[in-house]
């Protein structure tokens, strides 16, 4: 199995920060890497797909870059509606896996 | 508008069957692979169950590889998970999600398994 290993696991960053959250897979996945938000009592909302692809309707402050096993989630100007957990999730090879996720607190 | 509603959670006690269904509209239902992907009271996700879009091949982990089966209707743009031998490490919110990529998801149905 491919274990997804996300860090942070908790970030504290100010209105207006550069925010970096990274994901580390166990082995190559090929770009099949998508990042999720999910806030709190809710279901998860799709942000990035493929890596690098920015799903209809998500602001353009979310980026997505990576290659074969290192990916990272960028937010290039934190807002206060951005508090929520960060999920990555690989779709290269089966069992399909999730990160643990990133709690992004607003200090 | 892509909508997705998983009905069938509930309460129910170690050993025994529950069957959940999810409701799709706002797109081609037989387009697209479908999945479950479940999450533990304050816990992460795990991918569940997949299926393709014709219902030929479904994908398991081994977590649950055996006692759950999905399934679909699209006839009826449904999906489906059966749910057997359940454990207490199966109580979650379960998640309808759209394609092999899971790029929609359903509001989550609970399912709590005690005795």
């Known amino acids: 199995d491919i274990q997804m290993t996300q860090s942070p696991s908790v970030l504290s960053a100010s209105v207006g920060d550069r925010v970096t959250l990274n994901c580390k897979a166990s082995q190559n996945i090929n770009k099949y890497l998508n990042w999720y938000q999910q806030k709190l009592g809710e279901a998860p909302k799709l942000l990035i797909y493929n890596t690098n692809n920015l799903q209809t309707g998500i602001p353009s402050r979310f980026s997505g870059s990576g290659s074969g096993t290192d990916y990272t989630l960028t937010i290039s100007s934190l807002q206060p509606e951005d508090v929520a957990t960060y999920f990555c999730f690989q779709h290269n090879s089966w069992p399909l896996t999730f990160g643990s996720g990133t709690k992004l607190e607003i200090k | 508008e892509v909508q997705l509603v998983e009905t069938g959670g509930g309460l129910v006690q170690p050993g025994r069957s529950l069957k959940l269904s999810c409701v799709a509209s706002?797109?081609?239902?037989?387009?697209?692979?479908m999945s479950w992907t479940r999450q533990a009271p304050g816990k992460g996700l795990e991918w569940v169950a997949s299926?393709?879009?014709?219902?030929?091949?479904?994908y398991y982990p081994d977590s649950v590889k055996g006692r759950f089966t999905i399934s679909r209707d699209n006839a009826q743009n449904t999906l489906y998970l059966q749910m057997n031998s359940l454990r207490s490490e199966d109580t979650a919110t379960y998640y309808c999600?759209?394609?092999?990529?899971?790029?929609?998801w359903g509001q989550g149905v609970m399912v709590t398994v005690s005795s």
């Open positions: 999600t759209r394609g092999l990529g899971v790029d929609y």
């Open positions: 299926i393709t879009n014709s219902g030929g091949s479904t």
């Open positions: 706002g797109f081609t239902f037989n387009n697209y692979w």
